[in-house]
Nanobody
Framework: EVQLVESGGGLVQAGGSLRLSCAASGFTFDDYAIGWFRQAPGKEREGVSYISSSDGITYYADSVKGRFAISSDNAKNTVHLQMNSLKPEDTAVYYC???????????????????WGQGTQVTVSS
């Protein structure tokens, strides 16, 4: 059974930090890239960050550059998203997703991803 399980969300004051985790199972972790997406009420799902452990490539949305950092612990089949200097506009449900490394599609294109987690809520208060 393929599973992606997000954790680490919660309520934090503006300027604070959270670390999200995405634990993967049921597929060959090293053959997939992991992307983080978020969706706020009334808005479309948007890409936040991406990591490919095979080649070390990472990507960040302009809105989070310098504040968020993605990392991969391949031994534990887990990807983390460290979120610092959080802003109220970061409030959203955050999803991790897995994309087969050799499939086509953009890094932040949701339809290019094969598996999705259930999401974890991040709320940033002002």
């Amino acid at each position: 059974e393929v599973q992606l399980v997000e954790s680490g969300g919660g309520l934090v004051q503006a300027g604070g930090s959270l670390r999200l985790s995405c634990a993967a199972s049921g597929f060959t972790f090293d053959d997939y890239a992991i992307g983080w997406f978020r969706q706020a009420p009334g808005k479309e799902r948007e890409g936040v960050s991406y990591i490919s452990s095979s080649d070390g490539i990472t990507y960040y949305a302009d809105s989070v550059k310098g504040r968020f950092a993605i990392s991969s612990d391949n031994a534990k089949n887990t990807v983390h998203l460290q979120m610092n200097s959080l802003k109220p506009e970061d409030t959203a449900v955050y999803y991790c997703a897995a994309k087969f490394l050799f499939s086509s599609g953009g890094y932040f294109k949701p339809s290019a991803y094969d598996y999705w987690g259930q999401g974890t809520q991040v709320t940033v208060s002002s």
